[in-house]
């Protein structure tokens, strides 16, 4: 590099740097103004927040800007994605407590108040870039909190016009505008380290590149994993609720969501029952030399080819040649064994299911556990039964954060009206994935908490209460007795 480009790079660099500080200044200021916000003051401002991507025009809009800009997905799920995510953290943020004292145990002596983190850098994906960055800036705020967010270049136009509608909507009920900001344009690897490391949290969904750079930022990181669900299909299974659960999950915005059925293991004795099942819920299966022109298209070198992820099923069907009828909306692909010299065990972002035959359960659990070491490792898997013991051996025995029974995965996974799971739409899969959290990214992730502590009535046990057992097994005999112990006076256990 000759001294003009060093000179043009600094200079490049020094701008990047104003821009952050900017950002970062504006939503420390917007902090400061509303750090004395009342619970009620909050809640209206994650309301309006939530008004913004809920209003049924705004939805409408976004989703079709959101297909054009990235080419990802449709527009009706689309639709039904922004406002079903909206209403459900909505519910769910609206009733937490997030001002002041939050949880107060007297029997413990103990009282807990919440605290905002500070200027949250959000990273966020190109295949929700409308749903996901609103639905952080409802976490972050409900805490005090501001949020930069940083979209993924495809889906900047998206993300700033989400942004620029919540921001006005903030305006409307008195609360700081700055409270949201997005990254400015070109968003770029430089800009985004550059947030993150002005920031105080970094939230990172997305590819897993982003992921590792978030938790390298030197700023406290939450991050997700990938998905890759693999899905059990039992001997006792209601075989057309499965099929239609799971052909409504795959296909809902052509496959876009990390909790779509990557892999189905169907029981070998009723294999032939629930592939009929699915093929009437609308899938196809690939004979011998489709599935080979699909593995070969798909995954070009190995590799995913991005011009055929999250695109309608027609697209597919013609690129990879499929006959079936029109009214087919996803494909099967008969795989005999998973593994990572196998691309089609991994994620695949498209109306593209792999099947797997299994003997008995067992096979199936070992199945599952293969596919997730080659991907998605931590992050879910599900299972349609009748048998509640066999959904409890996938909990026990499986490297996973959530196990879903009976349920159409993609709208289970991050939460749902008849679910327990908190709305939300980056799943945590813990130390499995290299990350911090085993569960959905919830409003507990973006407070600090102080404690406040009481002395209550002591609660020592006797040395021979806990040890005792061990003694024996041991054959030690204390050299004083209980009595002895009791006498002796109490000092507090130096800090």
Same mark, same amino acid.
């Given at each position: 590099?000759?001294?003009?480009?060093?000179?043009?790079?600094?200079?490049?660099?020094?701008?990047?740097?104003?821009?952050?500080?900017? =950002?970062?200044?504006?939503?420390?200021?917007?902090?400061?103004?509303?750090?004395?916000?009342?619970?009620?003051?909050?809640?209206?401002?994650?309301?309006?927040?939530?008004?913004?991507?809920?209003?049924?025009?705004?939805?409408?809009?976004?989703?079709?800007?959101?297909?054009?800009?990235?080419?990802?997905?449709?527009? !009706?799920?689309?639709?039904?994605?922004?406002?079903?995510?909206?209403?459900?953290?909505?519910?769910?943020?609206?009733?937490?407590?997030?001002?002041?004292?939050?949880?107060?145990?007297?029997?413990?002596?103990?009282?807990?108040?919440?605290?905002?983190?500070?200027?949250?850098?959000?990273?966020?994906?190109?295949?929700?870039?409308?749903?996901?960055?609103?639905?952080?800036?409802?976490?972050?705020?409900? /805490?005090?909190?501001?949020?930069?967010? !940083?979209?993924?270049?495809?889906?900047?136009?998206?993300?700033?016009?989400?942004?620029?509608?919540?921001?006005?909507?903030?305006?409307?009920?008195?609360?700081?505008?700055?409270?949201?900001?997005?990254?400015?344009?070109?968003?770029?690897?430089?800009?985004?380290?550059?947030?993150?490391?002005?920031?105080?949290?970094?939230?990172?969904?997305?590819?897993?590149?982003?992921?590792?750079?978030?938790?390298?930022?030197?700023?406290?990181?939450?991050?997700?994993?990938?998905?890759?669900?693999?899905?059990?299909?039992?001997?006792? !299974?209601?075989?057309?609720?499965?099929?239609?659960?799971?052909?409504?999950?795959?296909?809902?915005?052509?496959?876009?969501?990390?909790?779509?059925?990557?892999?189905?293991?169907?029981?070998?004795?009723?294999?032939?029952?629930?592939?009929?099942?699915?093929?009437?819920?609308?899938?196809?299966?690939?004979?011998?030399?489709?599935?080979?022109?699909?593995?070969?298209?798909?995954?070009?070198?190995?590799?995913?080819?991005?011009?055929?992820?999250?695109?309608?099923?027609?697209?597919?069907?013609?690129?990879?040649?499929?006959?079936?009828?029109?009214?087919?909306?996803?494909?099967?692909?008969?795989?005999?064994?998973?593994?990572?010299?196998?691309?089609?065990?991994?994620?695949?972002?498209?109306?593209?299911?792999?099947?797997?035959?299994?003997?008995?359960?067992?096979?199936?659990?070992?199945?599952?556990?293969?596919?997730?070491?080659?991907?998605?490792?931590?992050?879910?898997?599900?299972?349609?039964? /009748?048998?509640?013991?066999?959904?409890?051996?996938?909990?026990?025995?499986?490297?996973?954060?959530?196990?879903?029974?009976?349920?159409?995965?993609?709208?289970?996974?991050?939460?749902?009206?008849?679910?327990?799971?908190?709305?939300?739409?980056?799943?945590? =899969?813990?130390?499995?994935?290299?990350?911090?959290?085993?569960?959905?990214?919830?409003?507990?992730?973006?407070?600090?908490?102080?404690?406040?502590?009481?002395?209550?009535?002591?609660?020592?046990?006797?040395?021979?209460?806990?040890?005792?057992?061990?003694?024996?097994?041991?054959?030690?005999?204390?050299?004083?007795?209980?009595?002895? /112990?009791?006498?002796?006076?109490?000092?507090?256990?130096?800090?």
């Amino acid at each position: 590099m000759d001294r003009s480009d060093e000179t043009a790079a600094e200079g490049s660099s020094q701008a990047v740097r104003t821009d952050i500080e900017a =950002c970062i200044d504006a939503a420390r200021n917007a902090m400061e103004e509303f750090s004395t916000a009342t619970q009620a003051d909050v809640d209206r401002a994650v309301v309006a927040i939530a008004w913004s991507l809920y209003s049924p025009s705004n939805a409408k809009a976004l989703a079709k800007l959101a297909v054009d800009d990235t080419g990802l997905g449709n527009v !009706a799920d689309k639709v039904v994605k922004n406002q079903r995510k909206t209403l459900g953290t909505l519910r769910d943020l609206l009733r937490t407590k997030t001002v002041g004292v939050i949880e107060h145990q007297p029997e413990k002596g103990l009282t807990k108040y919440a605290k905002p983190v500070g200027v949250v850098a959000a990273i966020t994906p190109s295949t929700n870039p409308a749903a996901t960055p609103i639905n952080k800036a409802m976490m972050a705020v409900k /805490a005090r909190n501001a949020i930069v967010i !940083a979209p993924s270049p495809s889906g900047w136009n998206t993300t700033a016009q989400a942004v620029t509608l919540a921001r006005n909507e903030l305006a409307r009920v008195g609360a700081p505008p700055n409270l949201l900001q997005v990254l400015p344009t070109p968003v770029d690897r430089r800009r985004t380290e550059t947030l993150m490391a002005a920031a105080d949290l970094v939230v990172a969904t997305g590819s897993q590149n982003n992921v590792g750079r978030a938790y390298r930022s030197g700023t406290p990181a939450i991050g997700v994993g990938a998905g890759n669900v693999p899905v059990i299909i039992d001997s006792t !299974a209601d075989l057309r609720d499965a099929a239609t659960k799971i052909t409504t999950s795959k296909t809902f915005d052509n496959a876009t969501s990390c909790s779509s059925e990557n892999a189905l293991i169907i029981l070998d004795d009723i294999y032939d029952d629930a592939i009929a099942a699915l093929h009437r819920a609308g899938g196809y299966t690939a004979n011998p030399d489709e599935a080979q022109r699909i593995r070969t298209r798909l995954f070009p070198d190995g590799v995913l080819d991005r011009r055929l992820v999250a695109k309608d099923y027609p697209v597919l069907r013609e690129a990879f040649g499929l006959a079936g009828a029109d009214t087919d909306r996803f494909v099967m692909v008969e795989e005999s064994d998973p593994g990572s010299d196998k691309p089609m065990t991994s994620e695949k972002l498209s109306l593209v299911l792999s099947i797997y035959r299994a003997t008995d359960l067992d096979h199936a659990l070992d199945l599952a556990r293969r596919i997730l070491a080659v991907q998605g490792i931590g992050h879910s898997v599900g299972i349609h039964t /009748a048998e509640p013991a066999r959904a409890d051996r996938l909990a026990a025995e499986l490297p996973v954060v959530r196990v879903l029974v009976n349920q159409a995965h993609t709208f289970g996974n991050g939460g749902s009206f008849d679910n327990a799971l908190p709305f939300t739409l980056s799943m945590g =899969c813990g130390t499995w994935a290299g990350n911090s959290i085993s569960e959905n990214l919830n409003i507990n992730h973006f407070m600090n908490i102080t404690h406040l502590v009481n002395t209550i009535e002591p609660n020592q046990p006797t040395a021979e209460e806990l040890f005792g057992a061990h003694w024996a097994t041991i054959g030690y005999r204390p050299e004083r007795t209980e009595a002895d /112990a009791e006498s002796t006076p109490t000092r507090p256990a130096p800090s």
